[in-house]
């Protein structure tokens, strides 16, 4: 019986728990500056590649610069006006106004810097003239510009914008 009893006393003990799955802990990067990094890993959060798609076609698109306002249309009427009597004051008001209202276009800035170079100061119309040079459009008007720019350097003794407008000028 006593046999008995320690068999039995055996078979009543409770089998020891399964060993549980230790979740894995990140691994943390400690930086050369004592910076400690631990890297946050969720599983509903998933890395993808990302895929552009490039548009197959390719819009030129013009650049509004508000030359198509009226009130902008008058004032650079105005300037012109003034500019062609040699009323150089009132044309700088009056594209200074157009400008304002369209600070992108080309056509303000080559009236500046006429009337710059009126003034006998060319560096401030060269400087106009290469502002309107990326703002200019067409062909035309980056050869005025650029005449500007000849013009000033003229003015300036200045051989190497002197020769970057000549270059420029063959090239258009």
Same mark, same amino acid.
């Given at each position: 019986?006593?046999?008995?009893?320690?068999? +039995?006393?055996?078979?009543?003990?409770? =089998?020891?728990?399964?060993? $549980?799955?230790?979740?894995?802990?990140?691994?943390?990067?400690?930086?050369? #500056?004592? +910076?400690?990094?631990?890297?946050? =890993?969720? =599983? #509903?959060? /998933?890395?993808?590649?990302?895929?552009?798609?490039?548009?197959?076609?390719?819009?030129?698109? /013009?650049? =509004?610069?508000?030359?198509?306002?009226?009130?902008?249309? /008058?004032?650079?009427?105005?300037?012109?006006?003034?500019?062609?009597?040699?009323?150089?004051?009132?044309?700088?008001?009056? *594209?200074?106004?157009?400008?304002?209202?369209?600070?992108?276009?080309?056509?303000?800035?080559?009236?500046?810097?006429?009337?710059?170079?009126?003034?006998?100061?060319?560096?401030?119309?060269?400087?106009? *003239?290469?502002?309107?040079?990326?703002?200019? $459009?067409?062909?035309?008007?980056?050869?005025?510009?650029?005449? +500007?720019?000849?013009?000033?350097?003229?003015?300036?003794?200045? *051989?190497?914008?002197?020769?970057?407008?000549? $270059?420029?000028?063959?090239?258009?």
């Amino acid at each position: 019986m006593g046999a008995m009893a320690t068999i +039995v006393a055996c078979q009543s003990l409770p =089998e020891p728990p399964a060993p $549980q799955p230790v979740p894995e802990k990140p691994k943390t990067v400690t930086t050369p #500056e004592g +910076v400690v990094i631990r890297p946050y =890993e969720r =599983e #509903e959060i /998933k890395r993808q590649s990302l895929q552009v798609v490039v548009p197959q076609q390719t819009v030129q698109q /013009k650049l =509004e610069d508000g030359r198509s306002l009226p009130a902008f249309q /008058k004032l650079m009427q105005q300037t012109q006006t003034a500019y062609k009597q040699g009323q150089f004051n009132q044309a700088e008001t009056a *594209a200074l106004q157009a400008q304002r209202l369209a600070p992108q276009a080309a056509e303000t800035y080559l009236y500046l810097a006429l009337i710059a170079n009126q003034k006998k100061q060319p560096a401030n119309a060269e400087a106009l *003239a290469r502002r309107g040079l990326s703002y200019a $459009q067409s062909d035309a008007m980056k050869r005025q510009l650029w005449l +500007v720019i000849q013009k000033a350097a003229q003015q300036q003794n200045n *051989a190497k914008s002197l020769a970057q407008a000549q $270059q420029a000028l063959k090239d258009l």
